[in-house]
């Protein structure tokens, strides 16, 4: 999912391609990218954009007259910049929204259609879609600490949590919980204060520096190659590489189609965490260690099959 740092850059290019065009037509692919039905989106069509920005994870375009499109690439959306009326492409292709100059298309490789589309007016139904997250680049250590610490989570699940923090998702959070040293199972009631200022500089420093880094890479092009997995980054993506800062081999937490990527050595004091589909691939007690891990795979691979149960009926 496009997070904080991919967004902004998304908007400061449309900012600087669309400010002061007018939007002569929308053109949709897919009926079930439009998540409104008031007003029509035909009503945005012939008015001028005024601005464009960020909203969480949300890319908002405020068109005179106060009406405001606003754009919510969910997991696989992706924005591209082609020559007016282009044709909108098969199979992945969304929506266009036409300029003079060109026209933006909304692509989305995944079959489960998430990304979408609504046309809201004035600033009460625009505010309704925020969904009330802090600004971690704006807060202060203060607001920050206070926001961490008003629900028992996870760190992992607080940073990625849009009504606590705003734009952070699944692939920065891995690299910000890295870059502070934390567990990703940490619970955020037991942080002291020195391990939630070392998450507050960790978050600061990992979104300013890929921020920066997605700006220099994609120059005034506007920017096609927008992932989650970066071969810079130091654990995302990263399974059973080494990390980036002491060589011990990442692990993972896998859950509902996602996962968390850490570095045992760095971030647990050498503890394995509990990963479900490893859990049924070695079966009996999960290893204490990263030497305990390779043991027992070790002697599961010498065993012979099978390694993982058959399915019973109720998981078909």
């Not at 669309?18 to 053109?27: A, D, E, H, N, Q």
């Not at 692509?107 to 969904?131: C, F, H, M, Q, Y």
């Not at 704006?138 to 961490?148: H, I």
């Not at 012979?304 to 149960?309: A, D, Y």
Request: proline share 8%; with cysteine; hydrophobic share 40%.
């Amino acid at each position: 999912m496009p997070e904080l740092p991919d967004v902004t850059v998304y908007v400061e290019h449309l900012e600087r391609l669309l400010k002061g065009l007018t939007l002569r037509k929308v053109r949709l692919a897919s009926p079930f990218v439009l998540r409104s039905v008031t007003p029509p989106l035909a009503a945005a069509e012939g008015r001028r954009v005024e601005a464009v920005s960020r909203l969480g994870k949300r890319i908002v375009i405020l068109l005179e007259g106060g009406m405001t499109l606003v754009l919510h690439l969910m997991i696989a959306g992706r924005l591209k910049w082609r020559d007016a009326l282009a044709p909108i492409p098969k199979k992945i292709g969304l929506l266009s929204l036409d300029f003079e100059h060109g026209s933006v298309l909304l692509t989305e490789v995944s079959p489960k259609k998430r990304a979408w589309i609504r046309l809201v007016e004035g600033s009460d139904a625009l505010a309704a879609l925020d969904p009330g997250g802090l600004e971690p680049l704006e807060a202060p250590l203060e607001a920050f600490s206070a926001r961490l610490r008003s629900e028992n989570h996870t760190l992992k699940r607080a940073l990625t949590d849009p009504t606590l923090f705003s734009g952070i998702g699944n692939a920065y959070s891995d690299e910000i919980l890295h870059r502070a040293k934390l567990s990703p199972v940490a619970r955020t009631s037991r942080l002291t204060d020195a391990d939630a200022a070392r998450l507050f500089d960790a978050v600061k420093g990992t979104l300013v520096e890929w921020t920066e880094r997605l700006r220099r890479e994609t120059g005034d092009r506007f920017p096609e190659k927008v992932t989650a997995f970066r071969p810079e980054m130091a654990v995302h993506g990263k399974f059973g590489q080494p990390c980036s800062a002491c060589g011990t081999p990442v692990q993972r937490i896998a859950y509902a189609g996602n996962e968390t990527n850490y570095c045992p050595k760095c971030q647990t004091g050498g503890k394995l965490l509990k990963d479900r589909s490893l859990s049924r691939l070695l079966r009996g007690d999960w290893p204490k260690s990263l030497e305990e891990l390779e043991e027992r795979k070790a002697a599961a691979r010498v065993s012979g099959p099978p390694l993982v149960r058959p399915p019973r009926p109720s998981d078909s």
